[in-house]
């Protein structure tokens, strides 16, 4: 999960053409096409057959037993887990702990160009489900751990890996909530590192921006439903379940939640308005300053990306209907897919929805009911410090900025039990969102590289920060 | 499968009240029934082999001989059989006349169903059953009057068959279509009676009308796709494939195809609109004197099932859409079930589908089904003649009355090949539409035996 942009154009730094592949970098390479390769959908893959490759690998690189903790429950036999530790020398600091889910989006082998749970290398990007999302960052995390156990890398905090399974559904097991409720003890730490945030490429390749997450909208399901008495289908009747839906639906395509902003996104608008420049930046710089500037929204609403930070939005993403071909529907369903700007309630959101539908023969209901969106956690200099000093060694002149995340993580789960979550992913992704969740999902060679090296500075300084 | 009217009163004949019992050659009948309703037909868990060998071992007992009964078989369907029966006539030049059923039933789940729906059950004047209406109880009679006759040993003038199928409720494999094929010959006949037309009661068992089919709509489900790249869902974008599948469903909801007639549905209507009075009657009059009447039109389609026998009509049935709740969706299917009528074709109505829904994104396709029925065989003096004088001798004052079937029966086979096949079955079904496809599916057990009566009449005549 991560938000992308659309932007234009930029005065950036374009990614240099292509580098010698270093040995570290293979061996990587191999462990993230081992991670991809491992099918990890609800439907039919498995976490915790990854967690369990990745645990194979972190023992043979000298983990102990007693550093591996696999978990998983009776009833979620294939969604479990895995937690690692690599103990510091200062057992009193607080832990370090790096957290990423390694379940997939669902993908379809028909839908898809390439198979896409084979990793495939192609004119410079990685090809994949889970590619970007976000199985290139669990294997940083876990190659991490690897090199750190066999360079001898004694850091002072101690350093925590949690592997979780859920994150991509709303109803199925979550193990980063299963965690915090269970083994809160077991993953308690100072800061969590996590997926979110990371670094903006516009059309180009050009760098624009850095991002550190801070905050995200709140995810929430709403299910629409038509019943009705049904019938032979050769004698339709006006009162149709279908026909009732598409018209609550196309009413809710229309619409347009009003225009919102907090602290995190007026500062990133700031940010990135200099970077982007032309009519789009200077409608940034615009918004930044005043967030009741129509004219700026509406520019800004043209790019999904930058719509997606703007308001609560709200999209339908399945249907469901109907029983036989020649019957007519005793039934019409649809899933609405909220992402809700904080500070708008839950109920809030559906009252609206059903208002737009405007057909009590709809009914709107809520369906999970997950965490409210819990307030962010600051953006202290212990943590943007090393973030900067990272980013300006790496990519000097690309700006640091906050970011309030279009998507939901498990900082869901985490932040309300007391462990900071931020999402640092230091990976450049594509102004297209990288097909995440989408068809094709990929990612830049080159981004994922890079933002290895970046973090692994980063979690360096964490983990000997006093 | 059948038409169901949703006329109201009628000042016809009501059923005797007080059932007696059996004559001794109904119970005959009914035993015959009785182990077709509890021979398991459907197509999940049932055997139409299993039904057709029980019906020619009744028709072997009756004296037929083996040459005479044809077990049809396809290695690949060892479940869907069917039998062809054949009772020669005296004058091998005559034409055969063929009736026609299917053995197949529609899905039936005990859970649902009040009572066992394999289970033949006889309760306050009804036949309980799946398959009782549809098509059991006439496929009963076709083999109770062939093994009556042999038994009589009437001799008609010319032959006749009996052909017993698998298939007709949506089955991929079709009974009807494989004998069309593979034994035209065996089943060549002058003309064919088959399921359809139907009689209609009010609530309170007057007869209404007896139908006489001929001619039908053409089912065909077309499949409405859309495809886009997806995406993340909270990054919503402004093409989306529900959306648009969403806006062409609602143009196909808003549309109504074109007024039009058949001799059979003028009939009907001219027949039925002095009977029963009233707005819709005086539409109806009107409507059958005058089909540009748009006022009267306008009457008769705020009734769904006058409307299905006006046009063509298309309804969305089925949608199916997105892979995950937080993905835009990639894509987004519905099927839409069109009932063509005689003289439109199937391009015509698809290509009316991406007319009137304008978004070349969305893809129209029209899955294999039956063949279109062709036009309607005339109801002539020689078809309608034996069924008037047998009705009015019975019933007096009830009309007969042509149809145009809105659902679709074998005949859309048969017809086509040359055999001109006629819905007329004889039986008067409750208001309800004695719940064919649905739960508890029941026929009035007067019906049946008036209808058996009726028929036997009905064919001697044919014979003659």
Same mark, same amino acid.
């Given at each position: 999960?991560?938000?992308?942009?659309?932007?234009?154009?930029?005065?950036?730094?374009?990614?240099?053409?292509?580098?010698?592949?270093?040995?570290?970098?293979?061996?990587?390479?191999?462990?993230?096409?081992?991670?991809?390769?491992?099918?990890?959908?609800?439907?039919?893959?498995?976490?915790?057959?990854?967690?369990?490759?990745?645990?194979?690998?972190?023992?043979?690189?000298?983990?102990?037993?007693?550093?591996?903790?696999?978990?998983?429950?009776?009833?979620?036999?294939?969604?479990?887990?895995?937690?690692?530790?690599?103990?510091?020398?200062?057992?009193?600091?607080?832990?370090?702990?790096?957290?990423?889910?390694?379940?997939?989006?669902?993908?379809?082998?028909?839908?898809?160009?390439?198979?896409?749970?084979?990793?495939?290398?192609?004119?410079?990007?990685?090809?994949?489900?889970?590619?970007?999302?976000?199985?290139?960052?669990?294997?940083?995390?876990?190659?991490?751990?690897?090199?750190?156990?066999?360079?001898?890398?004694?850091?002072?905090?101690?350093?925590?890996?949690?592997?979780?399974?859920?994150?991509?559904?709303?109803?199925?097991?979550?193990?980063?909530?299963?965690?915090?409720?269970?083994?809160?003890?077991?993953?308690?730490?100072?800061?969590?590192?996590?997926?979110?945030?990371?670094?903006?490429?516009?059309?180009?390749?050009?760098?624009?921006?850095?991002?550190?997450?801070?905050?995200?909208?709140?995810?929430?399901?709403?299910?629409?439903?038509?019943?009705?008495?049904?019938?032979?289908?050769?004698?339709?009747?006006?009162?149709?379940?279908?026909?009732?839906?598409?018209?609550?639906?196309?009413?809710?395509?229309?619409?347009?939640?009003?225009?919102?902003?907090?602290?995190?996104?007026?500062?990133?608008?700031?940010?990135?308005?200099?970077?982007?420049?032309?009519?789009?930046?200077?409608?940034?710089?615009?918004?930044?300053?005043?967030?009741?500037?129509?004219?700026?929204?509406?520019?800004?609403?043209?790019?999904?990306?930058?719509?997606?930070?703007?308001?609560?939005?709200?999209?339908?993403?399945?249907?469901?209907?109907?029983?036989?071909?020649?019957?007519?529907?005793?039934?019409?369903?649809?899933?609405?897919?909220?992402?809700?700007?904080?500070?708008?309630?839950?109920?809030?959101?559906?009252?609206?929805?059903?208002?737009?539908?405007?057909?009590?023969?709809?009914?709107?209901?809520?369906?999970?009911?997950?965490?409210?969106?819990?307030?962010?956690?600051?953006?202290?200099?212990?943590?943007?410090?090393?973030?900067?000093?990272?980013?300006?060694?790496?990519?000097?002149?690309?700006?640091?900025?906050?970011?309030?995340?279009?998507?939901?993580?498990?900082?869901?789960?985490?932040?309300?039990?007391?462990?900071?979550?931020?999402?640092?992913?230091?990976?450049?992704?594509?102004?297209?969102?990288?097909?995440?969740?989408?068809?094709?999902?990929?990612?830049?060679?080159?981004?994922?590289?890079?933002?290895?090296?970046?973090?692994?500075?980063?979690?360096?300084?964490?983990?000997?920060?006093? | 499968?059948?038409?169901?009217?949703?006329?109201?009163?009628?000042?016809?004949?009501?059923?005797?009240?007080?059932?007696?019992?059996?004559?001794?050659?109904?119970?005959?009948?009914?035993?015959?029934?009785?182990?077709?309703?509890?021979?398991?037909? /459907?197509?999940?868990?049932?055997?139409?082999?299993?039904?057709?060998?029980? =019906?020619? +071992? %009744?028709? !072997?007992?009756? &004296? *037929? @001989?083996?040459?005479?009964?044809?077990?049809?078989?396809?290695?690949?369907?060892?479940?869907?059989?069917?039998?062809?029966?054949?009772?020669?006539?005296?004058?091998?030049?005559?034409?055969?006349?063929?009736?026609?059923?299917?053995?197949?039933?529609?899905?039936?789940?005990?859970?649902?169903?009040?009572?066992?729906?394999?289970?033949?059950?006889?309760?306050?004047?009804?036949?309980?059953?799946?398959? /009782?209406?549809?098509?059991?109880?006439?496929?009963?009679?076709?083999?109770? =009057?062939? +093994? %009556?006759? !042999?038994?009589? &040993? *009437? @001799?008609?003038?010319?032959?006749?068959?009996?052909?017993?199928?698998?298939?007709?409720?949506?089955?991929?494999?079709?009974?009807?279509?494989?004998?069309?094929?593979?034994?035209?010959?065996?089943?060549?006949?002058?003309?064919?009676?088959?399921?359809?037309?139907?009689?209609?009661?009010?609530?309170?068992?007057?007869?209404?009308?007896?139908?006489?089919?001929?001619?039908?709509?053409?089912?065909?489900?077309?499949?409405?796709?859309?495809?886009?790249?997806?995406?993340?869902?909270?990054?919503?974008?402004?093409?989306?494939?529900?959306?648009?599948?969403?806006?062409?469903?609602?143009?196909?909801?808003?549309?109504?195809?074109?007024?039009?007639?058949?001799?059979?549905?003028?009939?009907?209507?001219?027949?039925?609109?002095?009977?029963?009075?009233?707005?819709?009657?005086?539409?109806?009059?009107?409507?059958?004197?005058?089909?540009?009447?748009?006022?009267?039109?306008?009457?008769?389609?705020?009734?769904?099932?006058?409307?299905?026998?006006?046009?063509?009509?298309?309804?969305?049935?089925?949608?199916?859409?997105?892979?995950?709740?937080?993905?835009?969706?990639?894509?987004?299917?519905?099927?839409?079930?069109?009932?063509?009528?005689?003289?439109?074709?199937?391009?015509?109505?698809?290509?009316?589908?991406?007319?009137?829904?304008?978004?070349?994104?969305?893809?129209?396709?029209?899955?294999?089904?039956?063949?279109?029925?062709?036009?309607?065989?005339?109801?002539?003096?020689?078809?309608?003649?034996?069924?008037?004088?047998?009705?009015?001798?019975?019933?007096?004052?009830?009309?007969?009355?042509?149809?145009?079937?809105?659902?679709?029966?074998?005949?859309?086979?048969?017809?086509?090949?040359?055999?001109?096949?006629?819905?007329?079955?004889?039986?008067?079904?409750?208001?309800?539409?004695?719940?064919?496809?649905?739960?508890?599916?029941?026929?009035?057990?007067?019906?049946?035996?008036?209808?058996?009566?009726?028929?036997?009449?009905?064919?001697?005549?044919?014979?003659?």
């Amino acid at each position: 999960m991560r938000t992308f942009l659309g932007a234009a154009l930029a005065v950036s730094l374009t990614l240099p053409a292509a580098a010698q592949t270093r040995p570290d970098q293979l061996k990587f390479r191999e462990l993230y096409k081992e991670l991809v390769e491992t099918n990890t959908t609800l439907s039919s893959g498995s976490c915790t057959l990854a967690a369990q490759r990745m645990g194979a690998r972190l023992k043979t690189a000298g983990f102990a037993d007693r550093d591996l903790h696999y978990y998983a429950t009776p009833e979620n036999p294939k969604e479990g887990g895995l937690v690692a530790i690599l103990p510091g020398s200062e057992p009193a600091a607080k832990a370090v702990l790096l957290l990423a889910h390694v379940d997939v989006v669902e993908a379809r082998r028909e839908d898809w160009t390439r198979d896409p749970f084979k990793l495939i290398e192609e004119g410079g990007f990685f090809y994949g489900r889970g590619t970007a999302d976000m199985k290139g960052q669990a294997a940083v995390w876990v190659d991490m751990l690897i090199r750190f156990k066999q360079e001898g890398f004694k850091p002072r905090r101690t350093l925590k890996l949690a592997l979780t399974c859920g994150e991509e559904t709303s109803y199925a097991f979550d193990g980063a909530s299963w965690l915090a409720k269970n083994r809160r003890e077991l993953i308690d730490a100072g800061i969590a590192l996590n997926e979110g945030g990371g670094g903006r490429l516009d059309a180009s390749g050009k760098r624009l921006l850095l991002t550190i997450q801070a905050g995200e909208k709140h995810f929430q399901n709403y299910r629409l439903e038509v019943t009705n008495i049904g019938g032979h289908s050769s004698r339709p009747t006006p009162n149709n379940a279908i026909y009732r839906l598409a018209a609550g639906l196309t009413r809710i395509s229309a619409y347009q939640f009003p225009v919102v902003t907090n602290e995190a996104t007026r500062a990133f608008f700031a940010a990135m308005g200099p970077q982007v420049g032309g009519k789009m930046g200077a409608a940034m710089t615009a918004f930044s300053r005043n967030p009741t500037d129509a004219k700026a929204a509406a520019t800004l609403a043209a790019d999904p990306s930058h719509n997606a930070i703007l308001h609560t939005t709200c999209v339908a993403t399945l249907l469901e209907a109907g029983h036989a071909n020649n019957a007519l529907p005793q039934r019409a369903r649809a899933n609405i897919n909220c992402r809700i700007f904080p500070g708008e309630s839950v109920e809030q959101v559906r009252l609206r929805l059903a208002r737009l539908v405007a057909d009590p023969e709809v009914k709107v209901t809520t369906l999970e009911k997950r965490n409210e969106v819990a307030k962010p956690p600051p953006l202290t200099p212990e943590v943007m410090v090393p973030v900067k000093a990272a980013a300006a060694k790496l990519w000097p002149g690309v700006p640091v900025a906050p970011e309030m995340l279009a998507g939901a993580t498990d900082a869901t789960f985490l932040n309300p039990v007391g462990i900071p979550t931020y999402g640092i992913t230091g990976i450049f992704g594509e102004h297209d969102g990288n097909g995440a969740h989408g068809l094709n999902e990929r990612i830049r060679v080159r981004s994922l590289y890079e933002g290895r090296d970046f973090l692994t500075e980063v979690v360096k300084a964490y983990a000997n920060q006093k | 499968m059948r038409v169901f009217l949703g006329a109201a009163m009628a000042a016809c004949l009501a059923f005797p009240a007080g059932a007696q019992s059996p004559r001794p050659d109904q119970a005959q009948f009914r035993d015959i029934y009785k182990e077709l309703v509890e021979t398991n037909t /459907t197509l999940s868990s049932g055997s139409c082999t299993l039904a057709a060998e029980r =019906m020619a +071992a %009744r028709l !072997k007992a009756a &004296g *037929f @001989a083996d040459s005479d009964l044809h077990l049809i078989v396809t290695p690949a369907n060892p479940k869907e059989g069917a039998l062809v029966a054949v009772l020669p006539g005296r004058n091998p030049h005559a034409k055969a006349i063929l009736l026609l059923g299917h053995l197949d039933v529609v899905e039936a789940r005990r859970e649902d169903w009040t009572r066992d729906p394999f289970s033949f059950i006889e309760e306050d004047g009804y036949f309980y059953g799946r398959g /009782t209406a549809d098509m059991k109880g006439q496929v009963a009679i076709w083999v109770d =009057m062939l +093994a %009556r006759f !042999k038994k009589e &040993g *009437f @001799a008609p003038r010319r032959t006749l068959k009996m052909a017993l199928t698998c298939g007709e409720e949506g089955a991929p494999f079709n009974g009807a279509r494989h004998l069309v094929n593979e034994y035209r010959a065996l089943i060549d006949a002058e003309f064919a009676l088959n399921e359809g037309g139907w009689g209609r009661m009010d609530e309170s068992g007057k007869r209404i009308y007896l139908g006489i089919n001929s001619g039908e709509k053409t089912p065909v489900n077309f499949r409405l796709e859309v495809t886009n790249p997806g995406g993340h869902s909270m990054r919503p974008v402004k093409d989306n494939a529900i959306y648009r599948l969403a806006a062409g469903l609602l143009k196909i909801g808003a549309y109504d195809f074109p007024i039009q007639t058949t001799d059979s549905s003028r009939g009907f209507f001219a027949k039925m609109g002095p009977g029963l009075g009233g707005a819709i009657g005086a539409a109806m009059t009107a409507f059958a004197k005058n089909p540009q009447d748009a006022q009267a039109a306008a009457t008769l389609a705020t009734d769904p099932a006058y409307n299905a026998m006006m046009r063509t009509t298309c309804v969305a049935t089925l949608l199916d859409a997105g892979h995950a709740n937080n993905a835009l969706p990639q894509r987004a299917a519905a099927n839409v079930n069109c009932r063509i009528f005689p003289g439109t074709t199937r391009e015509q109505v698809s290509a009316k589908l991406q007319e009137l829904m304008g978004d070349p994104q969305i893809k129209v396709t029209a899955n294999a089904g039956r063949s279109p029925g062709g036009s309607a065989p005339p109801l002539t003096d020689a078809i309608m003649k034996p069924i008037l004088a047998a009705a009015a001798k019975r019933w007096p004052g009830v009309p007969v009355v042509p149809m145009l079937e809105i659902g679709a029966t074998d005949a859309s086979y048969l017809t086509p090949a040359g055999i001109p096949t006629y819905g007329f079955t004889s039986i008067f079904f409750d208001p309800d539409g004695s719940r064919l496809h649905g739960l508890n599916e029941r026929v009035r057990v007067r019906a049946i035996y008036d209808g058996r009566d009726l028929m036997t009449e009905v064919v001697k005549a044919y014979l003659k």
